[in-house]
């Protein structure tokens, strides 16, 4: 029996439509810009992740600011707004299976968040499953885990969005990355690596 001046706690999950998390939005090709513009109108808190590269012309070199991931944007909500996201213009769907939006883990979206805000060179990537798992030990992405690359002498860590098969690059100094140890376990008779999420 509950307590006087208390009530039961209903604990709130990922399945409940009222529960706030994070999305994707699979939009029309180029209308990335305009569906967040829209999405910002109807009150929605949206994420559209960009990179700057360098565009030749004959007469010129521009700056021009481009999606991380194209013909996609990131939306927090719950799913009672399902219907303000899927009538915008230049929207296809929300991301999931089986007619189901899923929603993308909060420890996901924050180092794109972190990322994006940040100053450091952020450019798309190959999707990596396996690599050298690294830890970001201090800096502004401090706690950040990725894949380790390198290229033209650049230390990048890869972050990736499973639920896109997408991932994006950041460069980071080699001397702020720790390796995130795999330890081995036996499934039926066969030896795996997996990697550990301890962080002692």
């Known amino acids: 029996m509950a307590s006087a001046g208390s009530c039961p706690v209903t604990p709130v999950v990922a399945s409940d439509p009222a529960y706030m998390s994070w999305y994707a939005v ?3 090709h180029q209308h990335e810009r305009h569906v967040a513009r829209q999405f910002a109108s109807k009150g929605l808190e949206t994420f559209l992740p960009l ?3 360098v565009h030749h012309w004959q007469d010129r070199a521009k ?3 481009l999606p991380l991931f194209p013909c996609y944007v990131f939306v927090r909500m719950n ?3 399902k219907l303000d996201v899927v009538t915008t213009r230049g929207v ?3 991301v999931g299976s089986g007619g189901v ?3 993308i883990p909060d420890r996901e979206m924050e180092p794109l968040r972190t990322m994006a805000a940040g100053s450091a060179r952020v450019e798309p990537h190959p999707y990596l499953t396996q690599g050298d798992r690294v830890r970001v030990r201090s800096g502004p992405l401090v706690g950040t885990e990725g894949i380790v690359v390198r ?3 650049q230390c990048r860590v890869v972050l990736s969005v499973p639920l896109l098969m997408q991932a994006a690059a950041v460069e ?3 001397s702020l990355l720790e390796r995130i140890p795999a330890r081995r376990v036996i499934v039926e008779g066969t030896s795996r690596k997996e990697w550990s999420l301890d962080r002692t």
Request: charged share 20%; proline share 4%.
């Open 101 to 103: 939006a899923s929603p």
């Open 63 to 65: 700056n021009v600011h």
């Open 172 to 174: 980071v100094e080699a």
């Open 151 to 153: 290229s033209k002498g």
């Open 26 to 28: 699979h939009t029309k």
């Open 79 to 81: 799913l009672q707004r």
């Open 51 to 53: 990179y700057q590269e």
């Open 92 to 94: 296809f769907n929300l």
